[in-house]
């Protein structure tokens, strides 16, 4: 009986470590009927996370349990075969592929009207409720600058120039804009800042806080823009009148039929000095 009972204990011992023993498997993955290697095809044991990939010339080999019952091959292009491989290690597995037919499905794809202009109708019509007569009171800073600047030149540009000639020291300041690169020089900066009321129906309180000039000092160009210093800038009026000159606003009733609009995803929006991504950003230009 002793005798017995260990039998039995070294039986039931071992079954274990002959169930998980490692039987390597190898072969090839070829075309059944050109007979040419096929690479990168996936091998694996249904089932189970074991597997591999057939190398460029088509040769796999990996290590599978001892009761793996079935191994697959399957490739887009192909039909999936299974075979069934037995107890011994070292065996060769070789899978000849037949080619399968896919019939893909037909995508037609039509151009769409552009979002931006989806998005820019909405903002017109929607002008009502934000311009500044929409509300019966309100109190605000305004911030208004004036700049001119001599654009595309370089500083070979301004050796003979009479009017730089006077101030040798702005070709320092050469800046270049996003636009195409462009060298701009600025040579007039006027600022101004004011707080403004405005009362319902009409009446306007503008109270002048600090005016500042910079760059070229000429009478003329000074008195032109102190005439339009304390004019205001109302984006929803579909004109904008800039030192006496009409500009049509990005956001006009009619701006649809003059400026292509562009929506770019990959902007970043800044609020109060925090990234916020994913926010679109309208870009308008004049067609």
């Not at 007569?133 to 911030?143: G, H």
Request: aromatic share 12%; hydrophobic share 40%.
């Amino acid at each position: 009986m002793r005798i017995y009972c260990l039998f039995l204990f070294c039986l039931l011992f071992s079954l274990p470590l002959f169930a998980q023993y490692p039987v390597k498997i190898k072969g090839k993955v070829t075309d059944s009927i050109s007979g040419e290697p096929i690479p990168f095809a996936n091998v694996f044991v249904p089932g189970k996370f074991i597997g591999t990939t057939s190398d460029t010339a088509g040769n796999y080999a990996f290590s599978v349990p001892k009761k793996t019952d079935s191994i697959t091959v399957q490739v887009i292009g192909y039909k999936s075969q299974t075979k069934f491989p037995n107890a011994e290690s070292g065996q060769t597995l070789n899978f000849q592929l037949r080619q399968e037919d896919m019939m893909l499905s037909v995508i037609t794809v039509k151009p769409g009207e552009n979002p931006a202009d989806v998005l820019m109708r909405q903002i017109i019509a929607r002008k009502k409720f934000q311009t500044v007569n929409a509300f019966s009171q309100l109190q605000w800073q305004a911030y208004t600058k004036y700049q001119i600047d001599l654009d595309n030149i370089s500083k070979n540009d301004l050796e003979d120039s009479k009017l730089v000639s006077l101030f040798p020291h702005i070709k320092d300041y050469i800046d270049t804009v996003g636009l195409k690169g462009r060298a701009v020089l600025p040579i007039f900066i006027s600022e101004n800042l004011a707080d403004m009321k405005f009362k319902r129906p009409s009446k306007t309180q503008e109270t002048i806080k600090a005016i500042r000039f910079s760059g070229i000092q000429q009478e003329d160009l000074i008195t032109e823009l102190l005439g339009n210093v304390n004019q205001n800038f109302d984006i929803y009026e579909n004109l904008m009148s800039v030192m006496g000159k009409n500009f049509v606003s990005p956001i006009a009733d009619y701006s649809l039929n003059i400026y292509k609009y562009n929506l770019n995803y990959f902007d970043t929006l800044y609020i109060d000095g925090e990234p916020h991504s994913g926010q679109s950003k309208a870009r308008w230009t004049k067609a």
